[in-house]
């Protein structure tokens, strides 16, 4: 079953363009790695995708339908996003933060109701953070905050999942465990991700297909697999092998 899919799209601010990305297809369970070099439009890539960006020309579609013109909270319980960079409040505990994931699903008084309060216990165990639930923000280290951040991603509970550079300050145990979680949710829940990487291990392993982004185009270079990412960021920068670990 197709998720998500993209057609003709083009991707920039105002009348500049910034990524021509065409038509592809995600289907369920299913997760395509981006790469590229800094500012060859990733970011912009995944909020075109998931409908903060208005698309220069083409569509974007999620479960057959245009996210732009799904209603809000219609789009953010079809489509979750997990920005690189984001203001949160480090007075908030982790519990409270994880909350804000349930909250297209809540009614006007804005009270969880025990599914929302299951799937923040889901969210909070599969990231990790359940112990730290009392825990301040700001009192947490970069890689406890970023696991705090993915936990209220995943509690939304969206089938599409967009993630940029989500193994950012996270250690080499936890960035295993992370792959975990992606694994255990593509089989049992059938989420489909979509994930920005400058990590080689990582874009190898998270995706089970590749796209580059280079010279304002988007490229799909097939399936993933051990070497790819790397020789494709050697094409990319035009540098020597030696140079990409």
């Not at 297809?25 to 903060?52: D, F, M, Q």
């Not at 297909?209 to 097939?222: E, R």
Request: overall charge neutral; proline content about 4%.
């Amino acid at each position: 079953m197709t998720l998500l899919e993209t057609r003709e799209l083009v991707c920039g601010y105002g009348v500049r363009m910034v990524v021509d990305a065409g038509s592809s297809r995600l289907e369920a369970g299913e997760s395509v790695s981006i790469i590229g070099l800094n500012g060859a439009g990733k970011s912009t890539y995944l909020r075109t995708i998931c409908g903060r960006l208005p698309p220069l020309a083409g569509d974007v579609l999620v479960n057959g339908r245009s996210v732009a013109a799904l209603a809000p909270r219609e789009r953010a319980r079809s489509i979750a996003f997990l920005p690189q960079h984001a203001e949160i409040d480090l007075g908030l505990t982790v519990d409270e933060l994880v909350r804000l994931g349930r909250t297209p699903y809540l009614g006007r008084l804005g009270h969880l109701g025990p599914d929302d309060a299951r799937q923040v216990e889901i969210a909070m165990d599969l990231c990790r953070v359940r112990g730290l639930r009392g825990a301040r923000l700001g009192e947490l280290s970069g890689g406890e905050r970023q696991r705090a951040r993915l936990a209220m991603v995943l509690a939304q509970e969206a089938p599409v999942v967009l993630l940029d550079e989500p193994t950012s300050h996270l250690d080499v145990v936890q960035r295993f465990a992370l792959h975990g979680v992606l694994t255990e949710m593509r089989e049992h829940r059938k989420t489909a991700f979509v994930i920005v990487s400058h990590a080689i291990a990582d874009a190898e392993r998270f995706g089970d297909s590749v796209i580059l982004i280079k010279d304002g185009k988007a490229g799909h270079l097939g399936p993933s697999k051990r070497g790819s990412v790397r020789a494709a960021l050697v094409a990319a920068a035009d540098i020597p092998e030696e140079w990409v670990y």
